[in-house]
């Protein structure tokens, strides 16, 4: 078993048993027959040069007309879904695949739950299905956009063909998401296409939709936590649409999943080579203590209390993408059969309805946290970022790990889940990684322990020195164990001349 294969989730990949051949030959390359409906067709090559501009424009800086060595995806089938090949980015084969039909598919929950899956939009709920796949399409090229600049600084050519292969997937799921608004809405999903190319990044006037995603990834540390995290955001939302009523819209979320796998491996393996470098090294200079942080830092690597608290902030702003704990939305939309819970059709012992059920949600009342029974239907942002937070562990026991086999006394923890949170029932809250509620003036006396500050930022930033010699890797990171499909250690991911 690969290191990939360890940490990939198996949590909504495909479960069918069939391989559907994708056509290559064609502009686009798709599973959907897309020859066989010329306006759809017509749509969409009509919009592929307004996104190849965007690419090109708002993509990689650099490195555009290197050959990089990719995986694209060949087709749906779980054996054997991708090949790899040198492209140039631009020409990267940007194609429409959904994971193969489920014959007698019905709606897993919800108030429909045992009718039919929808092969069509149900008109009732048009408006909030759009909304959904809008701002699950508009996370796509945000992140493109936030990692833009990190071509230049990367650590190896193994890592700099990762971001690359992160990026042109992206792009692929921004193809997924426009593909549903211009198939199944029309005029309106013309237009919201159109403007998931217009709205930016960071951008006052027409920033993208969801905070985190207007934070900037200024460096591979945030590079790295921000896949480990952000998108393991975007693996349970994608779980969840995945169980979707509307069925075109689980069979593309449930192909987008296993390429997430990817993104989240490469987020989790490159905080542990971190770690793996830092322990080294510290271990070779005779340094037991890991808050002996000049001492560390002298060393050309990241100190371990750093690590800690760039996940700290990682995880915060992420878990406020499940929006608020309480939400009659969240509600609506899985009353109505369009999103379910993190792995909905296996949940046991459930009617999947969730009529009387409650679901138990901290919340902070009189300076005090405290857990109350909700109704279930109105909790479910909360139970989705609980699921998330028990996804997020298995990664940071594998971290601890490596700290522990190096004899290095530090445990990596989740903060709670009120820490610095903006949104939600903690939003604007005072309360520690541990838990307590604070005052403000204890938060700001001890909250730079607790996130990065401008020093620690500073440090990281001199670490950022382009390393782009095949084999070879910057100081504050290990080689990883396993290339790219098994390559030797001195390939040429990408071939810079
Ligand atoms: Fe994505
Ligand atoms: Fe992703």
């Known amino acids: ?81 991708a090949k790899f090949g040198y492209v140039k ?106 403007a998931l190319l217009e709205r930016q990044s960071g951008q006052m006037d027409n920033p993208r939709i969801l905070g985190a995603f207007n934070e900037s990834t200024p460096d591979w540390l945030s590079f790295f936590m921000f896949t480990f995290f952000t998108d393991r955001d975007g693996k349970m939302q994608l779980a969840a649409l995945a169980e979707s009523g509307f069925d075109p819209l689980s069979r593309t979320c449930r192909f987008m999943l296993t390429e997430e796998a990817h993104h989240m491996f490469v987020g989790e393996t490159g905080v542990q080579r971190t770690i793996e470098a830092t322990c080294a090294a510290m271990v070779k200079a005779g340094i037991k203590d890991p808050n002996e942080v000049e001492a560390v830092r002298k060393l050309g690597v990241v100190d371990l209390p ?106 990596f923890i989740q903060p709670h889940k009120g820490f610095n949170r903006r949104i939600g029932e903690f939003g604007g809250k005072r309360i520690s990684p541990t838990g307590e509620v604070l005052t403000e003036d204890q938060w700001s006396t001890m909250s730079g322990d607790w996130l990065p500050n401008d020093a620690d930022m500073a440090f990281i930033n001199s670490l950022m020195k382009p390393c782009h010699e095949p084999g070879k890797y910057a100081s504050w990171i290990a080689p990883p164990r396993v290339g790219v499909n098994s390559q030797a250690g001195d390939f040429e991911y990408v071939k810079i001349a």
């Open 1 to 81: 078993m690969s290191a990939e294969d360890t940490v990939s989730d198996a949590a909504g990949a495909i479960s069918a048993d069939r391989f559907v051949e994708i056509s290559y030959d064609e502009v686009i390359p798709n599973n959907v027959a897309l020859g066989s409906d010329k306006q759809l067709q017509r749509a969409l090559e009509g919009w592929r040069p307004k996104y190849l501009d965007w690419w090109t424009g708002m993509g990689p800086v650099g490195y555009q007309q290197c050959e990089v060595y990719l995986r694209t995806a060949v087709g749906v089938d779980p054996a054997g879904w």
């Open 306 to 411: 750093l690590l800690q608290r760039k996940a700290n902030f990682h995880a915060s702003v992420t878990r406020d993408l499940f929006g608020s704990e309480i939400s009659s939305n969240a509600a609506e939309a899985f009353g109505s059969g369009i999103k379910g819970r993190f792995n909905e059709a296996n949940l046991k012992n459930d009617d999947h309805v969730l009529q009387d059920a409650t679901y138990p949600v901290t919340r902070v009342v009189d300076g005090k946290l405290v857990v109350e029974e909700a109704p279930a239907l109105r909790a479910l942002n909360s139970r989705l970022l609980d699921d998330f937070i028990v996804d997020c562990q298995g990664g940071i026991d594998r971290w601890n790990k490596s700290v522990e086999k190096a004899g290095i006394d530090f445990k």
């Open 89 to 194: 980015m631009p020409t990267y084969r940007w194609g429409i695949l959904l994971a193969p039909k489920v014959e007698g598919r019905t709606i897993p929950f919800g108030r429909h739950k045992g009718e039919p899956a929808w092969q069509e939009v149900p008109g009732e709920h048009r408006a909030l299905l759009r909304r959904l796949i809008v701002v699950q399409g508009d996370t796509e090229p945000a992140s493109v956009e936030q990692q833009r600049f990190l071509g230049a600084t990367a650590p190896s050519l193994y890592d700099m063909r990762n971001l690359f292969q992160v990026n042109v997937e992206e792009g692929r799921h921004l193809w997924a998401m426009v593909y549903l608004l211009v198939k199944y809405f029309g005029k309106d999903g013309r237009e919201e296409a159109q």
